[in-house]
């Protein structure tokens, strides 16, 4: 049997027109856990399938998508044809609307390794679809049978020793044009740790147990209110941290760099998690405050991905994404500035008004933000910051304070502002509350949209004269003349006017204008 595995995230429409240089980690573990029953795999970006047709020999059909992906994953299974299809990753957090709206025959809701196992087991493996008796008996599957969806319970989280013993394929990474480029993600960390709740727009009768309770107490809410910020569903799909162990993690890193990839991220909703959970085991890691980092084990990780050669040679680099601010301790961020010193870091504000945060489930104060951000700063790194407009609860107080925050966290040393608008996601404690209309069409989205932007700007002049180390990517489509390049440690998009096949190729630049809030022109000076 052979499974073509389309990875569709963020092609909306079918044609992905931002974060081109970023691969998630979903599509590869699917295929690793196909790889290790045997099963001939090929993982390709919907994209490339929508311009020049489906490969020939494929017996089942496995698609990654979110919610906004549906117009292209409905195009992909129209010309699909009767071969059985599958769909997974975040789109799948209303199972009932996905299958409606793709016809995809069956929806892998949560974690779907093991799912998947028992999917092949009866009968996918042979590309046939199991009959529906024995996909009823299956956790974390949703498919009609009879014109009715059925949705079945959701799968328990994975106890960390079975979710080290999967292994996500490193082969496959071909399959993606510019891999050899892009952000590559590494699964490290599985889970969120914030298990406090929202207060807006919810039946919360302030117990407290979310707050206080004990780490198994905080697990199921009295009112069923699901957890996390209540703009967020990860910990009601995927549940508490789990760790990936330090081999695991780099013996993947490696085979990566021995593919020709050349950027690393190593992901998690919260990088200093990794680890936490042992510190707490066998209970479930559900406070995002308490333990402290597991220092030991984030420093047992980076250094065996830093002792890497290509990392030492620094013709490759490895990176993290997201942290909570009410983790990064002193200690927390001297520890990641030793290791990865002038790479970005991206924190979350999402608002800027302490209460506004305190309802919507956040973990951490807007103060406490500012102060992870001065510590990452000093520690050598670059943090980015992140907001969101449009949320429940906005005012033009909260717009206020959001628009003073973006301003103190830009003088803590914050160096890009990342604004994304309020999308309301199924199994979020904010799924009923509408989706925010754009920023132009809401006064104070537009003041938000208007600081965020005006503070990336002043960033990118500052960049003039500074040399970064970029790997090239492809040509520009908007201008040939031009290369598309991508910082090793990240940063903006850099374009290069050059008349030399650069592809692939390892340079330093020196920043010469600004095209863009998110480009810069670059100038080679050396090159690897």
């Not at 490969?55 to 698609?63: C, S």
Request: aromatic share 6%; glycine share 8%.
């Amino acid at each position: 049997m052979k499974a073509l595995i389309i990875d569709a995230l963020a092609s909306g429409k079918g044609e992905r027109k931002a974060t081109k240089d970023a691969i998630g980690a979903g599509p590869r573990a699917v295929a690793g856990v196909l790889e290790s029953q045997n099963v001939d795999v090929m993982v390709v970006e919907a994209e490339a399938v929508l311009s020049s047709g489906f490969p020939a020999g494929f017996d089942v059909l496995l698609i990654s998508g979110m919610t906004s992906d549906i117009p292209a994953i409905r195009k992909l299974v129209s010309r699909w044809g009767d071969a059985p299809s599958l769909v997974g990753g975040p789109i799948t957090s209303d199972p009932e609307q996905v299958l409606r709206r793709t016809e995809c025959d069956i929806a892998v809701v949560g974690e779907g390794e093991e799912t998947l196992t028992e999917i092949l087991d009866a009968g996918l493996q042979r590309g046939e679809l199991p009959i529906v008796a024995d996909l009823e008996r299956i956790p974390g599957v949703a498919f009609e049978a009879g014109g009715v969806i059925k949705v079945n319970r959701l799968r328990r989280a994975m106890p960390r020793i079975l979710f080290d013993e999967f292994n996500a394929s490193t082969t496959a990474i071909k399959g993606y044009e510019l891999y050899n480029s892009a952000r590559v993600y590494v699964e490290v960390v599985r889970g969120c740790s914030n298990y406090y709740r929202a207060s807006l727009g919810v039946s919360c009768e302030s117990c407290g147990i979310c707050r206080k309770g004990r780490l198994e107490e905080r697990y199921d809410c009295p009112q069923g209110i699901p957890p996390g910020c209540g703009y967020c569903s990860v910990p009601s799909l995927f549940g508490p941290p789990r760790s990936h162990s330090t081999n695991h993690v780099r013996d993947e890193v490696k085979a990566l760099l021995d593919e020709g990839v050349t950027r690393v991220v190593l992901s998690a909703p919260c990088f200093l998690d990794y680890g936490r959970d042992l510190l707490v085991k066998p209970a479930p890691l559900t406070d995002p405050r308490s333990p402290e980092p597991n220092y030991e084990e984030i420093e047992k990780l980076l250094a065996s991905i830093a002792e890497l050669p290509r990392m030492e040679e620094e013709t490759a680099s490895f990176m993290i994404e997201n942290i909570k601010a009410s983790l990064v301790t002193e200690k927390a961020a001297k520890l990641l500035g030793r290791f990865m010193s002038g790479t970005p870091v991206s924190i979350g504000f999402e608002t800027g008004s302490k209460t506004h945060s305190v309802a919507l489930g956040r973990s951490s104060t807007p103060e406490e933000t500012i102060t992870a951000v001065r510590r990452l700063k000093r520690a050598g790194l670059k943090p980015y910051v992140y907001f969101i407009h449009g949320l429940p609860g906005q005012t033009r107080e909260t717009v206020r304070e959001t628009v003073k925050a973006i301003g103190g966290s830009m003088e803590a040393g914050a160096e890009r502002v990342i604004l994304y608008r309020f999308q309301s996601l199924p199994m979020s404690a904010f799924s009923t509350f509408p989706s925010a209309p754009p920023n132009i069409k809401d006064v104070g989205s537009r003041k938000i949209h208007e600081t965020a932007a005006k503070a990336n700007m002043v960033i990118k002049e500052n960049m003039r004269g500074k040399i970064i180390r970029v790997v090239v990517a492809e040509r520009y489509d908007r201008n040939k003349r031009l290369f598309v390049a991508y910082p090793l440690k990240h940063g903006p998009v850099v374009l290069i006017d050059s008349a030399e096949p650069l592809k692939g190729r390892v340079l330093d630049v020196e920043v010469v204008d600004v095209a863009s809030e998110r480009m810069v022109v670059g100038r080679p000076v050396a090159m690897f």
